[in-house]
């Protein structure tokens, strides 16, 4: 495939068939025409979750390079419809045509990766104690134990990543390397996209002749679908990216089942960074014009998006201010995901600038589905009064907290709920202040940084995505890189089981 047209039908993927809903709801594109897309009821869900169980008993047991061959052709098969992804991302969420395909690329990478992980071997983490029966003053059994799946996956695709943290992404590539089938509720930001991808994951289910029920699509735009999804009595898991109070609801409905299931989360961060003495003094204004450029990476929607900056009181601090006013003043306005979206961005930077004690420093009207980049100052006294002012704004907004001392950073520091990531910007002379900043730091978010900005997420073996709460649900857990894995599993332990009825793979 190497033109871009496609016709779009807006069905949901069940059990390998493309089905119609009695209900519809209305895309709401950046750009281009809007499309009809079938809302998911009870039946479409009860159909995908009962194809997934009955797939479970294959899919669950396949061998390790057959997922990993899988895994492999999905990639192939989305970058086979690179055009035709791009050309729908670009019209239906605004965002350019080289992010999608940086993402497009990371999407791929990330199957692959997932590939090679499950092909080593190591992350089903096998131990062996052998028996001992002459052991006194009791015998000890042959223990193994082994990862195994757990079963049907719901994983909810995010607005902000059509590609990376959606259909394909890295929920759905972990939960498939481990054996799990997979439904996901499409986001209604992307439908399109979303169906583009599941076409490539449907074409490689079906080359590869694996079971039809591993993977399912749901469309819908109320809480409805998601709420009935996620309270499947068959659904073992569930994989969010999204918003606090959309992420806490399924949370509480997940915990509130007669089958209480995990509900892997990621629902909101500001990413603070602190900028300490030395390094202002040395690259004050250098370190401005580098934030100013992370705040408003496609247009401050990311996860990552460093929202706010604590910094000592002092002419440093107006010489990081003053590059930092002047780089967003120099930059233009950015479409963003959703009409919904850019309104809800327009409301918290009005909330947030109409505190006391909060002076706006760069502040323009945002237009019709779009954002400008919102500069707010307060002092370290109002910021410790006030907790909401420490609450994540999805979009381009910056608040710079000017603090008294390094004791009262420090108190900012303890002060702080749950991240994704903070930031240290530090000189070898800032070594004390860091070396009582890092303890703290490190119990507050997931991924530590210093002399960078958080807004870019390597996919490795190595990266934690996730953080305490309301970073994310469970803290001993990431969304990226392949230790994400490990959420869709559970260990096994087999006593005394003849090693001809174990698992060699």
């Known amino acids: 495939m190497t033109d871009t047209a496609y016709d779009l039908h807006g069905k949901h993927l069940i059990a390998g068939d493309w089905i119609a809903g009695t209900?519809?709801?209305?895309?709401?594109?950046?750009?281009?025409?809007?499309?009809?897309?079938?809302?998911?009821?009870?039946?479409?869900?009860?159909?995908?979750?009962?194809?997934?169980?009955?797939?479970?008993?294959?899919?669950?047991?396949?061998t390790r390079e057959a997922r990993a061959d899988l895994l492999d052709l999905i990639a192939d098969e989305i970058e086979a419809r690179g055009p035709q992804i791009t050309s729908i991302g670009v019209s239906e969420t605004g965002l350019p045509a080289a992010r999608l395909e940086g993402e497009r690329a990371r999407t791929t990478g990330q199957l692959r990766l997932f590939a090679n992980h499950i092909r080593a071997g190591d992350y089903l983490d096998r131990r062996h104690d052998e028996a001992l029966p002459d052991r006194a003053p009791l015998p000890r059994p042959d223990l193994v134990l082994v990862q195994r799946p757990i079963g049907p996956v719901a994983v909810f695709g995010a607005s902000n990543?059509?590609?990376?943290?959606?259909?394909?992404?890295?929920?759905?590539?972990?939960?498939?390397?481990?054996?799990?089938?997979?439904?996901?509720?499409?986001?209604?930001?992307?439908?399109?996209?979303?169906?583009i991808v599941g076409e490539a994951i449907h074409t490689a289910i079906t080359k590869k002749?694996?079971?039809?029920?591993?993977?399912?699509?749901?469309?819908?735009?109320?809480?409805?679908?998601?709420?009935a999804l996620?309270?499947?009595?068959?659904?073992?898991?569930?994989?969010?990216?999204?918003?606090?109070?959309?992420?806490?609801?399924?949370?509480?409905?997940?915990?509130?089942?007669?089958?209480?299931?995990?509900?892997?989360?990621e629902l909101g961060s500001v990413n603070p960074m602190f900028l300490l003495p030395h390094a202002m003094s040395a690259r004050a204004k250098e370190i401005g014009a580098g934030w100013a450029g992370s705040l408003t990476m496609g247009a401050g929607q990311f996860c990552t998006n460093p929202g706010i900056v604590v910094m000592l009181d002092g002419a440093d601090a107006d010489i990081f201010t003053d590059a930092t006013r002047k780089a967003l003043a120099a930059t233009d306005s950015q479409t963003m995901l959703t009409s919904q979206i850019a309104d809800t961005y327009s409301r918290g930077c009005n909330a947030m600038g109409d505190v006391s004690g909060v002076k706006k420093l760069h502040a323009t009207a945002n237009p019709e589905r779009a954002a400008n980049a919102t500069l707010l100052e307060t002092t370290g006294d109002v910021f410790l009064a006030n907790e909401h002012l420490a609450e994540e704004v999805f979009g381009p907004l910056g608040l710079i907290v000017r603090v008294a001392d390094l004791a009262q950073m420090v108190a900012v520091a303890r002060d702080l709920k749950g991240q994704l990531t903070c930031t240290l910007h530090m000189s070898d002379e800032d070594k004390d202040i860091a070396a009582e900043l890092l303890p703290i730091l490190e119990r507050k978010a997931g991924r530590l940084?210093?002399?960078?900005?958080?807004?870019?997420?390597?996919?490795?073996?190595?990266?934690?995505?996730?953080?305490?709460?309301?970073?994310?649900?469970?803290?001993?857990?990431?969304?990226?890189?392949?230790?994400?894995?490990?959420?869709?599993?559970?260990?096994?332990?087999?006593?005394?089981?003849?090693?001809?009825?174990?698992?060699?793979?």
Request: glycine share 12%; charged share 15%.
């Open 23 to 62: 209900e519809t709801f209305r895309s709401d594109p950046a750009t281009g025409d809007a499309h009809d897309v079938s809302v998911g009821s009870d039946d479409h869900v009860d159909l995908a979750c009962a194809a997934a169980e009955d797939a479970f008993d294959e899919f669950g047991y396949t």
């Open 161 to 195: 990543f059509p590609l990376a943290f959606s259909t394909a992404g890295g929920d759905t590539a972990a939960a498939l390397a481990a054996g799990c089938p997979v439904i996901v509720k499409g986001h209604a930001a992307h439908p399109g996209t979303t169906e």
């Open 209 to 227: 002749a694996m079971p039809s029920g591993i993977f399912a699509i749901i469309h819908g735009n109320t809480n409805a679908t998601g709420a």
């Open 230 to 265: 996620v309270q499947h009595p068959l659904i073992k898991a569930v994989g969010f990216t999204g918003s606090l109070a959309g992420g806490r609801a399924l949370f509480d409905l997940c915990a509130a089942r007669p089958e209480p299931i995990p509900f892997f989360g």
């Open 449 to 505: 940084l210093a002399n960078g900005f958080p807004t870019g997420v390597e996919v490795s073996d190595a990266m934690v995505h996730g953080g305490p709460y309301p970073a994310s649900t469970n803290f001993g857990a990431t969304s990226v890189g392949t230790l994400s894995i490990r959420r869709f599993l559970r260990p096994v332990c087999y006593q005394n089981i003849p090693s001809a009825l174990l698992l060699s793979d």
